[in-house]
T-cell receptor, first 113, second 111 residues
Framework: GQSLEQPSEVTAVEGAIVQINCTYQ??????LSWYQQHDGGAPTFLSY????GLEETGRFSSFLSRSDSYGYLLLQELQMKDSASYFC??????????????FGGGTRLMVKP | DVKVTQSSRYLVKRTGEKVFLECVQD?????MFWYRQDPGLGLRLIYF???????EKGDIPEGYSVSREKKERFSLILESASTNQTSMYLC??????????FGPGTRLTVT
């Protein structure tokens, strides 16, 4: 089975850097992805790490270390609009013909002025 | 850009009614999914499909059925709506690998 753990809440100030961690216990998986969800909105796909290492997309970066069963999302130059919930998800390797994902519980990020 | 659309943003139905939620994606993705999201319970997978006419149960399929007659369209059916099916319903699609692309969601209220 799979389980993913994320902090429930993180608070940071505008302009700062914040790291949201995701630790997982899984028997095997293909990759780790991250999603952003604003209140009342739908999740938006942010990034995918199929291999270990860092993936950078503008102000957002995501990192995966399979040996440590750990990943993180890094948000730089925080803006007020980054206040949202962030979910990590793994794509299990077993019996997964359809790219099914297992989601973490989400981290609520609050950016303060 | 990937576009996933859902038939309604808000829907109000009565207990016992049959409810159809439709989802269309325009990126020729093989995989499509239906989730519901409730406060404190996160995203829960109802059903998914990895090809036309193929469907697999997710974590909470009871009370729901699905239909995928065409690659771009995946429908969620509530055969007899109940109040405990009041929720936000999210459709997603994905190619093999990478992440999933979500539609805007349908907030269903069953009275």
């Amino acid at each position: 089975g799979q389980s993913l753990e994320q902090p429930s809440e993180v608070t940071a100030v505008e302009g700062a850097i914040v790291q949201i961690n995701c630790t997982y216990q899984t028997s095997g998986f293909y990759g780790l992805s991250w999603y952003q969800q604003h209140d009342g909105g739908a999740p938006t796909f942010l990034s995918y790490n199929g291999l270990d290492g860092l993936e950078e997309t503008g102000r957002f970066s995501s990192f995966l270390s399979r040996s440590d069963s750990y990943g993180y999302l890094l948000l730089q130059e925080l803006q007020m609009k980054d206040s949202a919930s962030y979910f990590c998800a793994v794509r299990p390797a077993e019996n997964n013909a359809g790219n099914m994902l297992t989601f973490g519980g989400g981290t609520r990020l609050m950016v303060k002025p | 850009d990937v576009k996933v659309t859902q038939s309604s943003r808000y829907l109000v139905k009565r207990t016992g009614e049959k409810v159809f939620l439709e989802c269309v994606q325009d990126m020729d993705h093989e995989n499509m999914f239906w989730y519901r999201q409730d406060p404190g319970l996160g995203l829960r997978l109802i059903y998914f499909s990895y090809d036309v006419k193929m469907k697999e149960k997710g974590d909470i399929p009871e009370g729901y059925s699905v239909s995928r007659e065409k690659k771009e369209r995946f429908s969620l059916i509530l055969e007899s709506a109940s109040t405990n099916q009041t929720s936000m319903y999210l459709c997603a699609s994905s190619p093999p690998g990478t992440g999933q692309y979500f539609g805007p969601g349908t907030r269903l209220t069953v009275t």
